[in-house]
């Protein structure tokens, strides 16, 4: 009995900023357009660059520090790693 517990004890622990983005959701194709969504989100857009023909932007949310890598041609995520 006590697993069920443990385990929605951790979900609860589970970082915010995991449950806010996720992979393949559309923020836009643009620098301007990835930051108008991300700050709607409640993201503080720290910068951008241009990597491997990805845009990548530093973003912080609650003290949790990410990196959210964006395709340009079809503006979704691709990858978001917390820092």
Do not use: C, H, W
């Amino acid at each position: 009995m006590k697993l069920p517990i443990l385990a929605a004890a951790l979900l609860v622990a589970t970082p915010v900023l995991a449950l806010d983005l996720v992979p393949n959701t559309e923020l836009g194709k643009t620098e301007a357009e990835v930051r108008t969504a991300l700050t709607e989100l409640g993201y503080d857009v720290r910068k951008f660059e241009m990597e491997d023909g990805e845009i990548e932007a530093y973003v912080v949310k609650d003290g949790q520090m990410a990196e959210v890598y964006v395709d340009p041609a079809s503006g979704k995520i691709q990858k978001i790693e917390d820092k």
